[in-house]
């Protein structure tokens, strides 16, 4: 049985986050991603779905790719 994905605190992540470009979860550049369970936050009164993407297959991977680069 695998852990249900914990939703990241949507006022803690940054711009690139929520844009896609960087990992929801770790904050790593992604280079391949997966698609979280979609978040929906309060903005001035009006509820908002929020898409979230996160490495894949894992952030384990993603960041050792990281440190190794996206090259090799
Ligand atoms: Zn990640």
């Known amino acids: 049985m695998t852990a ?5 605190d949507v006022r803690r992540l940054t711009g690139d986050q929520l844009r896609g470009w960087a990992c929801a979860l ?8 997966r698609a979280l369970p979609p978040v929906t936050e309060v903005r001035h009164g009006l ?5 979230l993407w ?4 894992t952030c ?10 996206p090259w090799l």
């Open 4 to 8: 249900a994905i914990e939703a990241p």
């Open 26 to 33: 770790c904050g790593v550049r992604l280079y391949e991603d």
């Open 47 to 51: 509820k908002v779905r929020i898409e």
């Open 54 to 57: 996160a490495c894949a297959p």
């Open 60 to 69: 384990l991977e993603a960041s050792q790719k990281e440190r190794r680069g």
